[in-house]
């Protein structure tokens, strides 16, 4: 049992280490890597999905990984599920990793630098089972790094079947479901355009015996929306600014959606509305093969969802049905019935209480 405590300890530490050390300057550029699938990179918001099976000593195994990387926005979900043939089994690991990052990000007024706080929010839940009851090798983990003008803050959180341990600007925190605004704060360039980006790692390690069979492990931050909605890595705004700057100043990026230091994209991290009106946005746009369509209701109501062509003819209903007041979402995979649809133009129109709103999307395949 020593080996493999040993052994997991080593492969996380290497996983967590490898391809942050320099921030990509450059156009948005999104990444997503994923265990089975391998290394994808893109200048448009994407999602990756994947179910294949995982290579496991003396055993056998199921990765499953799902992942988003958009405008301030990022998310990643990782589970292994593993069945022990006999006798003592080695471990088996995997990772979902999910990146997104730009160079315009600007903050105008007075000349010279100002002392500001960059704001961000995360939210993921872990949870393991099986393997070596009080032995930490049998984990779930979630590893983030965010960076503004070079100035990195990096946090983990680890539940095993040892208990739960953080780090970084994550230390403390003692529960599998975590919630956290991560600051980034330093004196920062006036006028002068700077680098963000964000990581979010989902990974997991799985060893254990044919008397504690099967086993898995599972973080789920935010890739995985059907079991744990409203989660990710993203931008938020705290006291009303996305940048804790001082009067007189203010911070914008386009790449990311940052306008007069207001993030105006709206992801399932930020699901605290800012209007209590009825509101409606699609997310991504363009998108493929999915896109979330997000809503507010301002009261108790039926509420119709539905999406129709560029000349008017519906083609899906997603949602007809009673709402209480409040933010929800539901996404939408470019499907009429059974029948995937073709590229092109489409509309998501919300209609509550009497009141319609209606939101351009477009399908890109």
């Known amino acids: 049992m020593k080996l493999g405590k040993r052994l997991v300890g080593s492969m996380l530490v290497l996983v967590a280490v490898a391809s942050h050390a320099t921030a990509?300057?450059?156009?948005?550029?999104?990444?997503?890597?994923?265990?089975?699938?391998?290394?994808?990179?893109?200048?448009?918001?994407?999602?990756?999905?994947?179910?294949?099976?995982?290579?496991?000593?003396?055993?056998?195994?199921?990765?499953?990984?799902?992942?988003?990387?958009?405008?301030?926005?990022?998310s990643s979900f990782g589970r292994q599920d593993v069945q022990w043939n006999s006798g003592f089994s080695g471990g088996s690991s995997g990772q979902t990793r999910s990146r997104a990052q730009a160079d315009d990000f600007v903050i105008s007024g007075p000349p010279g630098s100002v002392s500001a706080t960059l704001h961000f929010r995360v939210r993921a839940n872990l949870g393991n089972g099986g393997g070596f009851v009080g032995n930490g090798a049998h984990q779930s983990r979630l590893d983030l790094f965010v960076s503004a003008n070079n100035n990195l803050s990096t946090g983990s959180l680890i539940v095993g079947n040892g208990g739960i341990s953080a780090s970084g600007s994550l230390a403390g925190w003692s529960t599998p479901t975590l919630d956290k605004v991560i600051d980034i704060s330093a004196n920062f360039p006036v006028g002068v355009p700077f680098v963000v980006y964000m990581t979010l790692d989902a990974m997991g390690f799985t060893y254990g015996n044919v008397f504690v069979n099967p086993g898995s492990v599972e973080c789920d931050a935010g890739g995985n929306s059907s079991q744990y909605a409203g989660a990710g890595l993203a931008l938020v705004e705290v006291g009303g600014q996305m940048m804790t700057l001082p009067p007189g100043y203010t911070l914008n990026?386009?790449?990311?959606?940052?306008?007069?230091?207001?993030?105006?994209?709206?992801?399932?991290?930020?699901?605290?509305?800012?209007?209590?009106?009825?509101?409606?946005?699609?997310?991504?746009?363009?998108?493929?093969p999915r896109t979330t369509v997000r809503y507010t209701v301002p009261s108790r109501g039926m509420v119709d969802i539905a999406v129709y062509d560029a000349g008017g003819a519906h083609v899906a209903t997603l949602f007809h049905g009673e709402r209480n007041a409040g933010a929800y979402s539901i996404d939408w995979d470019g499907h009429a019935k059974n029948d995937a649809v073709a590229s092109g133009v489409y509309f998501a129109r919300i209609t509550h209480n009497g009141e319609t709103q209606t939101k351009k999307m477009v399908l890109l395949k």
């Not at 992801?267 to 946005?281: H, I, W």
Request: hydrophobic share 35%.
């Open 24 to 74: 990509y300057a450059g156009p948005p550029q999104y990444t997503i890597n994923m265990t089975t699938l391998g290394d994808f990179t893109s200048a448009v918001p994407f999602r990756k999905d994947a179910a294949n099976p995982l290579s496991v000593a003396n055993g056998t195994g199921t990765y499953t990984g799902h992942a988003f990387a958009g405008p301030g926005w990022v």
């Open 253 to 288: 990026s386009t790449s990311f959606g940052v306008v007069d230091n207001h993030f105006t994209v709206t992801s399932a991290v930020n699901d605290t509305p800012r209007s209590q009106a009825l509101s409606l946005s699609v997310f991504p746009n363009p998108f493929n």
